[in-house]
């Protein structure tokens, strides 16, 4: 979403008032409440018009965000309230836009703030210009320049931990766009004094402390230091350690910095060896050594120290020890050596420490302009940033303080003179009429101190070079008698009696009235600090050495370049730096960034009024806002204006169509503001009083409130009309919708009700048609089945009447019969009696016989013989027929079976009925074996190779080959016997072997026995006399017994043509051998089972048990 512009101003939620110049009335007291207020609620910038005061916070504000850079990017100066970024905006933008070269002067007491003033406004460029990969670098550049210069030149004081020891400006060069190119530093006045000395509660330039607490042991010992500080004489110890300061992380800072800054690595060292060696001068100690002349000469107590001095920095250890020792005086080709003593050899000692540091500090700034410096020959636009110390009012104030209040007098000067300019500058364009306004013009002070002939500096100098005995006291007195009539000098001892009874004016002293206040100068040191003296032996020591830095720091120590003339002495050169500084920035656009130290105690929240009145006063602030509102305290111009107040006036408001000058015109007209308030530039206005202003604010205030108030109105009455409106539209929508829903509903139950009377009319209508139809259709039935009946009545009474009239016929027919045949009878009863009875009896008779024939026909049984059936006979006359019927009928039917058989099986059939033929009904056993079909050969003597041999005796045909229980003659016991029957002969062979035991011809067997009951015995009777009746009758037991016996039977027969008598008898005899025996079968128990049991009794009988 873009960010919607919203037109501020600075008068708005101002906390007292953001602009000293609105300050109402205008006194010290106001101004100071005016500051403490604002303080009170963080706000920590006020403005003097364009000026800056900045109040220390002494802690961190959320105010430096970048947001906040982006709130004032690009936002006029009065559109937000005060801050420093809305200077660094304004200056940069005139800069960028109007090619205006700049400059910033923060100046400030020790501790009010300006080193982080500068570093805010150096930050903000930096965030706002160009960006590109190579601007970044040279903004980062110009901001690691920082760290640097700030550990070699900032120490810890008591107003400040981390106080600029050293004046520094800052030149930052843009190109036509606007985009950082590079930079140019200027240092001023370095206090190397710190170097040897540090007040109480105070230390020495950070660097020493970071280098021994932040460098690795590799490093101390390539630099032969040791960690501890208390080795170390330069090192104050009392306050070594500052609260909240990281000595060790910021020497890697600084180092980092030097990296980022260009340092090699090689020259970042030597650096350090620089340093080191500064600290280790300290150490050399001196001890008085008699001489024979009978003065004093000093001698290096420890000459180990001197050493490692000498190693680390490459110079002769005899040079250095002479030159500690000795100095040379060269006066017109002559040179003079004098010993020196213990305290000038200490002197000698601190110059050189003094004098090694200061050049290395800047050496340090020339590297880090070569460095930074703009690549481009191209035109540059030039941003000067000048952080220098501020007036100083200590107790005991020496040369340093002279030097820093000469400049912050250049300074105020330069500040007057810029503002007041700029104030007519303004005046001019703007075409307003200028008034001539009071003020303190302190360039009387500074032609007190810097004037060419008697100017304090001049007399210095003067006193410096002049031959003879020169002291800080021939010096006071040279200024008591110069400057005795100076308003702005005080002294005791001065021409001008007015001081004589002066009892704080101490005699070694001399007063300066500055723009600030009075400040008192000890004398002492004035001399020696301006000729700022190192002795030649020393300074051509340090040239020898083999360190080519040191070397470097040392020109004047090359004996090519013996120059007799003396250096310039520190004032002077002071003086022309501060000259040269002042024209730089004549040609500038100043911005002023006044900072102002709250309280002494480095605190937050703290506000020392009595602290805070006494800088207001030295800064001149109540001077500044005077000047500024001389003619005119407020100017704006016309648009912002108009803008602001243009709904104070009904013309103007809401809008205004032509110029805003007229606008504006006819604004204050009509607020009847008094002519004499306001005055119209071109392109500004002009308001003399706040009081206008203010007066303006209020009513637009009141303005602003009535047509909050207006705006409300309208927009409450604007909500309830549309709220009215929406809900009126709303109610019109619910009502017709609610009557489209009524009717519709209404229309819904008509119509459902109509089509419900709809539908009873139709079904009402419907019923009665079909009423009707089935009406008329019962009828047309009625008349149907009445026809119906009609008709069959009609019908019936025809065929009642038919049939009467047939059977009338048949009657007719019957009686013409009956009389026929009665009139047939009569006429033939004579012949009818013989005959007739006859006939009639043999036509019934064949009548019935027919009727028997084809009865029979039908109830034939069926073909097979042994089917008993046949029907009954109906007459008993028909008796015999049927009989012989039913005989012929079974013959016929046997004779049909018969003809199907084949030889083979009449053959069976024959043996059957030859087997029937003999033992039916005689033997109990043959009805079991008429199932049984005769297979004759059960024995397979073919297929058994056991009886080959057997086989092979036989040659004729086998009818029977069965196994057999031949029955022991003597004990009736049974064994298994092969029983086989050829053609001829009846042959027993053994079971097992099938040997031949007996053959016995068939003609030699004469019967066969056998009992009549269901057992398997039997006995073969051989004729007497025969060769096999020598052993006797056999007796056998065989299951087949009845076909065997009918196979012997028909064999026998066949073969002798003589039946085989076969006797059935349950008792007979047997011959056995000799004896006769008798078999006799009894009826026996069951025990033995089914089977028949045969016991031999005695020589005549043998039992046979049949079950
Ligand atoms: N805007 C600020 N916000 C927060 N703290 C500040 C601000 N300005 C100054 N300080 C605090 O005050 C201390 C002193 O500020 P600074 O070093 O800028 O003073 P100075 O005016 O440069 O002093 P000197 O003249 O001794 O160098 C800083 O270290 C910081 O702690
Ligand atoms: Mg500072």
């Not at 000799?1074 to 026996?1084: A, E, Y």
Request: glycine share 4%.
């Amino acid at each position: 979403m873009a960010k919607m512009e919203v037109k501020t101003s600075l008068l708005d939620n101002m906390i007292g008032v953001g602009d000293m110049v609105l300050l109402e009335p205008l006194n010290e007291e106001t101004f100071i409440n005016n500051l403490k207020k604002r303080f009170d609620h963080n706000e920590i910038y006020t403005y003097i018009g364009s000026v800056v005061v900045s109040v220390n916070p002494y802690r961190s504000l959320p105010i430096y965000s970048p947001e906040k850079v982006e709130d004032y990017r690009n936002r006029n100066f009065y559109e937000l309230s005060p801050h420093i970024f809305a200077l660094s905006d304004e200056a940069y933008r005139s800069l960028r836009d109007q090619d205006k070269d700049q400059c910033i002067l923060i100046t400030g007491e020790s501790g009010a703030g300006k080193t982080e003033a500068s570093k805010l406004v150096m930050s903000y460029v930096a965030a706002v210009c160009g960006k590109g990969a190579e601007v970044n670098q040279v903004k980062e550049q110009l901001l690691q320049s920082n760290p640097v210069l700030e550990a070699f030149g900032n120490a810890k004081t008591v107003r400040n931990d981390n106080s600029s020891r050293f004046g520094k400006y800052m030149d930052i060069e843009f190109d036509f766009k606007g985009d950082p190119l590079g930079g140019v530093i200027s240092n001023y006045l370095l206090e190397k004094s710190r170097v040897v000395k540090q007040p109480r509660g105070e230390r020495n330039f950070h660097v020493f402390y970071q280098l021994l607490s932040g460098a690795s042991e590799e490093l101390l010992n390539k630099l032969k230091l040791e960690r501890d500080f208390s080795r170390y004489n330069y090192l104050s110890l009392d306050s070594a350690k500052v609260n909240g300061v990281d000595d060790a992380a910021n020497f890697r800072t600084v180092r980092n910095a030097m990296q980022i800054v260009g340092f090699m690595d090689h020259e970042a060292e030597s650096v350090l060896e620089v340093v080191a060696a500064v600290l280790k001068l300290g150490n050399i100690e001196f001890k008085p050594e008699s001489r024979v002349n009978g003065l004093d000469e000093s001698k290096i107590k420890d000459k180990n120290e001197l050493k490692e001095i000498c190693e680390l920095t490459g110079i002769d250890q005899s040079v250095l020890e002479r030159a500690f020792s000795f100095r040379t005086v060269e006066a017109k080709q002559e040179k003079v050596s004098t010993t020196l003593n213990v305290a000038q050899a200490y002197y000698a000692r601190d110059a050189l420490a003094k004098n090694l540091y200061s050049r290395l500090f800047s050496w340090l700034v020339n590297r880090i302009n070569e460095s930074i410096k703009a690549q481009t020959k191209v035109r540059k636009k030039v941003m000067g940033v000048l952080d220098i110390y501020g007036f100083e009012i200590f107790e005991d104030n020496s040369f340093e303080q002279f030097i820093i209040n000469y400049c912050n007098e250049k300074l105020q000067q330069i500040f007057i003179e810029l503002t007041l300019k700029e104030e007519q500058e303004e005046y001019i364009r703007e075409d307003i009429e200028w008034t001539h306004i009071d003020y303190f013009n302190n360039a009387i002070i500074c032609d007190l101190i810097e004037n060419n002939t008697n100017g304090i500096l001049a007399m210095l100098d003067e006193e410096c070079l002049r031959p003879g005995t020169v002291t800080d006291e021939t010096f006071l007195e040279k200024l008591n008698q110069v400057c005795a009539t100076h308003q702005h000098f005080e002294s005791r001892m001065s021409k001008c009696s007015r001081f004589l009874n002066d009892t704080s004016l101490p005699h070694s002293c001399f007063r300066i009235q500055h723009y600030a206040g009075k400040v008192l100068y000890q004398v002492e040191g004035f001399v020696d600090k301006n000729n700022d003296l190192l002795y030649r032996d020393l300074s051509q020591a340090m040239w020898k050495a083999g360190h080519t830095l040191i070397k470097s720091l040392f020109p004047e120590g090359n004996p090519a370049k013996i120059n007799l003339k003396r250096p310039p002495t520190a004032g002077s050169q002071f003086k022309a730096s501060v000259a040269t500084l002042m024209k730089n920035l004549q040609t500038k656009n100043p911005n002023y960034i006044r900072c102002i130290k709250p309280n002494d105690k480095k605190a937050a929240h703290i506000f020392n009024e009595a602290l805070v009145c006494h800088q207001i006063r030295y800064l001149g602030l109540l001077e500044n806002v005077r000047v500024r509102r001389a003619g005119y305290a407020f100017r704006q111009a016309y648009e912002p204006c108009l803008e602001r107040y243009k709904m104070l006036c009904k013309q103007t408001w809401p809008h205004w169509k032509g110029p805003a000058r007229a606008g504006v015109e006819v604004l204050f007209n009509e607020l009847e503001i008094p002519v004499e308030e306001y005055s119209f530039g071109r392109s500004k206005i002009f308001i003399r009083n706040p009081r206008t202003l203010f007066k303006l604010e209020d009513l637009r205030k009141q303005r602003l409130e009535d047509l909050a108030t207006l705006i409300q109105k309208i927009y409450r009455g604007w909500k309830c009309r549309t709220h009215f409106l929406l809900m009126r539209k709303s109610q019109i929508v619910i009502a017709a919708w609610y009557r489209r829903y009524a009717q519709q509903k209404r229309y819904q139950q008509i119509k459902s009700s109509a089509l419900v009377i709809q539908s009873y009319i139709r079904g009402w209508k419907a019923r009665k048609i079909l009423r009707e139809l089935k009406h008329q259709k019962r009828c047309e039935e009625a008349a149907t089945t009445i026809a119906a009946y009609w008709h069959g009545t009609q019908a019936r009474r025809e065929l009642k009447r038919l049939k009467e009239e047939a059977r009338r016929k048949h009657a007719v027919a019957v009686i013409w019969a009956y009389w026929l045949g009665l009139k047939v009878r009569r006429e033939y009863r004579k012949f009818f009696r013989a005959n007739a009875g006859k006939k009639i009896y043999e036509f019934t008779i064949q009548r019935i016989v027919q009727k028997y024939f084809l009865e029979m026909k039908n109830k034939m049984p069926s073909l097979s013989p042994i089917d008993k059936n046949w029907p009954s006979r109906p007459y008993l006359f028909l008796d015999s027929t049927h009989k012989e019927l039913k005989r012929i009928f079974h013959l016929w039917r046997c004779k049909k079976y018969r003809d199907q058989f084949t030889d083979q099986k009449k053959l069976i059939y024959e043996e059957k009925l030859e087997a029937s033929e003999l033992f039916k009904d005689k033997k109990a056993l043959y009805p079991s074996s008429v199932g049984q079909p005769f297979q004759g050969a059960y024995l397979e003597i073919n297929k058994n190779p056991k009886y080959k041999k057997l086989k092979d005796a036989i040659e004729e045909k086998i009818i029977i080959a069965e196994v057999v229980n031949k029955i022991n003659r003597a004990n009736g016991k049974s064994t298994s016997r092969i029983f086989l029957l050829t053609n001829n002969n009846l042959l027993l062979a053994d079971q097992k072997s099938g040997q031949i035991k007996s053959e016995v011809p068939l003609v030699d067997v004469t019967k066969v026995s056998m009992s009549s009951q269901n057992d398997g015995f039997f006995a073969i009777h051989l004729k007497e006399g025969s060769e096999a009746a020598s052993k006797g009758d056999f007796l056998f037991s065989s299951e087949h017994l009845i076909e065997m016996a009918t196979k012997l039977y028909r064999t026998t027969l066949s073969q002798t043509k003589q039946k085989l008598n076969i006797e059935i008898s349950d008792e007979f005899l047997v011959q056995f051998r000799q004896d006769k025996v008798c078999v006799k079968f009894i009826q026996g128990n069951q025990k033995n089972g089914s089977v028949p049991t045969c016991k031999r009794k005695n020589n005549r009988l043998l039992e046979v048990a049949v079950p």
